[in-house]
């Protein structure tokens, strides 16, 4: 490289090596013991939970470590800006207290006086927060919009964390130290989350929701209601969501249902119970399953699905009497009969369905002419009597309702012939 000449050395900005022996001036204020150590031993290790008692040794420090206060309180305020670059969001909470000890402690030390810089600390970190919380929310939304119809759930914790920053941001607007912008903006963040998470997280949330205050969080979530659908759902998601359904009607104190949600329901369930397969149908027959849950709550609904249901069982036992009066398949008629015995026995079980009793007539009279059939024709009349046990078999399914307590019935010693509501509960 390129020599020096002793002149630049003069220029040189290292500081020169003292000798070994002699005593340097840092080494010099070094030594001088501080009255306080201990204090600023413990100022400079400190955490937040402890940063209150560290206020109290502050203003109890006299005699002649007073004049060490300036030197304290500079390391202290220092301290809490490093504690406060750091915060998770649970501790913006003890956060404020800190900062109302600090400013009580202003009377005794005024050192201790929160600079505007420090309060501005923990508003800058709960937008940290929610910059954060809005980018897991756009992918989270932008997934769940794309992956499924929103059934299982699984965003509780964006819930959550949004609830908190909600609070805190209103917090920290009431101690003067965030804007009302930060409110603004969680609110915001919350409507959106309301707008798109599932029902089945939704249903979990509505109290804390509605805690807020908030109107249009209400407006959202029933908003949510009145569009939810059972639609293109299997039945585990069916089920999952008329659960959301009832439990966010009861959580919000709505009659079962509000009219926009019982008319989208009687719509829809009837088509639905029109299209299923016969094994989708036997499983919404079950007494947790979602068309369960749906018609128990509001009698209209039971109406409709009814209606539905009891047409369809009757039209199968009417076309299965048809073909056995047209093609003589005795084996055929019987697998048939078998099976609608089956769903037939399943849907009255749990009070699903309710003949009315034209229907049952109509079917007694098909049986009577297919009865009346084989007596005419020596070839058949062996079938006479299978068909007189199938049309008896049959009468009884249809003219059962379980839908009211027998018992009930017997105490009060009447039975009436218009069929009762559905149970409500």
């Known amino acids: 490289g390129m020599q020096t000449s002793p002149l630049s050395r003069r220029y040189d900005l290292k500081p020169p090596v003292p000798p070994a022996n002699a005593p340097s001036p840092y080494q010099a204020n070094a030594q001088a013991p501080l009255q306080n150590a201990a ?14 008692s560290v206020v109290e040794a502050i203003l109890n420090v006299e005699g002649e470590g007073e004049v060490e206060l300036p030197m304290l309180c500079e390391a202290y305020h220092q301290r809490v800006a490093d504690i406060f670059n750091n915060l998770q969001l649970a501790a913006l909470g003890p956060a404020v207290a800190l900062i109302t000890s600090m400013s009580e402690a202003t009377q005794t030390v005024p050192l201790l006086k ?12 709960l937008n940290c927060f929610l910059h954060q919380s809005a980018r897991i929310l756009d ?83 029933l908003d949510r209601l009145k569009h939810s659908s059972m639609k293109n759902r299997t039945f585990v998601d069916m089920r ?69 249901l009891s ?37 009255i079980s749990v009070g699903l369905v309710a003949f009315a009793p034209e229907m049952k007539d109509k079917i007694i009279s098909l049986f009577a002419r297919c009865y009346d059939d084989c007596l005419g024709n020596p070839h058949f009349s062996q079938h006479a009597d ?14 059962a309702d379980r839908r009211t307590n027998p018992a009930e019935i017997r105490k009060a010693g009447t039975f009436s012939t218009k069929p009762a509501l559905p149970r409500i509960g």
């Open 114 to 125: 929160p600079e505007e810089k420090l309060k501005g600390l923990l508003e800058s970190r």
């Open 39 to 52: 204090l600023m031993t413990r100022i400079t290790q400190m955490r937040l939970p402890e940063a209150t």
């Open 386 to 399: 299978e068909i007189d046990r199938m049309l008896f078999q049959v009468a009884v399914i249809m003219g």
């Open 139 to 221: 992918a989270r939304v932008e997934n769940s919009v794309h992956s499924n119809r929103n059934a299982q759930g699984g965003m509780l914790g964006e819930f959550d964390h949004l609830l908190l920053c909600h609070e805190h941001a209103e917090m920290l607007a009431h101690n003067g130290l965030a804007s009302l912008k930060s409110v603004k903006k969680t609110m915001e963040h919350l409507l959106r989350l309301v707008e798109s998470a599932p029902l089945v997280d939704l249903q979990h949330r509505v109290c804390e929701l509605l805690k807020t205050g908030e109107r249009s969080l209400e407006e959202g979530l």
């Open 311 to 347: 047409n369809r069982l009757f039209q199968w036992m009417q076309e299965t009497i048809s073909n056995l009066r047209q093609s003589r398949g005795m084996d055929k008629a019987q697998a048939e009969i078998g099976q609608w015995k089956k769903m037939a026995l399943r849907a």
């Open 240 to 308: 999952a969501v008329a659960d959301a359904v009832v439990t966010m009607h009861q959580k919000m104190e709505l009659p079962l249902f509000i009219p926009e949600v019982e008319e989208t329901l009687c719509v829809e369930l009837p088509g639905l119970v029109k299209a299923w397969n016969l094994e989708r149908l036997q499983m919404e027959c079950e007494t947790e399953a979602g068309l369960q849950t749906l018609t128990r709550a509001s009698s209209r609904v039971w109406d409709s699905v009814n209606n539905e």
